[in-house]
């Protein structure tokens, strides 16, 4: 059996292959719109006695935020002196677990689609290319269900943290009665809303391409290389 390597960009026309290449991009989407935010949020303090005050709530990934400064060093806000403060809360595990998973994919389709590309005589002649990319693609469809929900709730911790009552439970000064404060521009998440949906959109195409793998694979040749017993012919009355 021949097993250099011989281009063949074939596949790519097929279904096996094609999904392949959405697959590497959707992940790409994923992680990077997750991986690299950055953003601020812009909180107003309403004194008592007429005068306002500002602070930045800066946060970008992996969002530990419980390690994000409110308040730097003890100041001065509205006539009262106020400590070091920081924001609450901590989604790192579940923002670093879909961005790896994002990673594991987007090198798991590289390296995937140059098999496809230059060794597809070699992954169609043996039975343990085609059961190995079914073993790996199913397991990559339930780690994009369980990254994508652990994101989607943590990227709500996330805004719920940085939002008006968040930031208003955290800061002690804002608990007093002459002193309102209130988040007055939001950072934009539209990219981490993105991420969440690419999650899910990853999980149901690597669902579908779980299909087109096992087609390649001996279990599936089985199924239909063995018919059924013939029916026994009946003789017709005489």
């Known amino acids: 059996m021949m097993t250099g390597f011989r281009l063949n960009l074939s596949p790519l026309k097929e279904p096996l292959g094609f999904v392949k290449l959405v697959e590497w991009l959707t992940a790409i989407f994923a992680f990077g719109t997750c991986g690299g935010f950055s953003g601020r949020n812009i909180v107003s303090l309403f ?35 106020v400590a070091t403060t920081h924001m609450v809360g901590d989604s790192t595990s579940s923002a670093e677990f879909f961005v790896g998973v994002g990673i594991i994919c987007f090198l798991y389709s590289m390296a995937a689609l140059l098999v496809y590309l230059g060794y597809m005589h070699v992954y169609k002649d043996s039975d343990f290319g085609p059961i190995f990319d079914f073993a790996i693609t199913a397991i990559l469809v339930f780690l994009w269900l369980v990254c994508s ?75 239909f290389s063995h018919p059924g017993p013939a029916r026994q012919q009946v003789p017709a009355p005489i």
Request: with cysteine; net charge neutral.
């Open 47 to 81: 004194c008592g006695d007429g005068r306002n005050e500002t602070l930045n709530a800066n946060f970008n990934y992996p969002f530990r935020l419980s390690d994000v400064p409110l308040i730097n060093e003890n100041t001065t806000l509205c006539n009262r002196s």
């Open 149 to 223: 929900s652990a994101w989607a709730k943590g990227l709500q911790n996330v805004k719920d943290a940085t939002d008006t009552e968040g930031i208003s439970g955290t800061l002690a000064l804002c608990k007093g009665n002459n002193v309102t404060c209130e988040v007055t521009e939001f950072a934009s998440m539209r990219a981490l809303n993105i991420s969440v949906v690419f999650g899910f959109l990853n999980m149901f195409i690597w669902a579908g391409n779980a299909w087109f793998v096992y087609k390649e694979t001996r279990w599936h040749a089985q199924k």
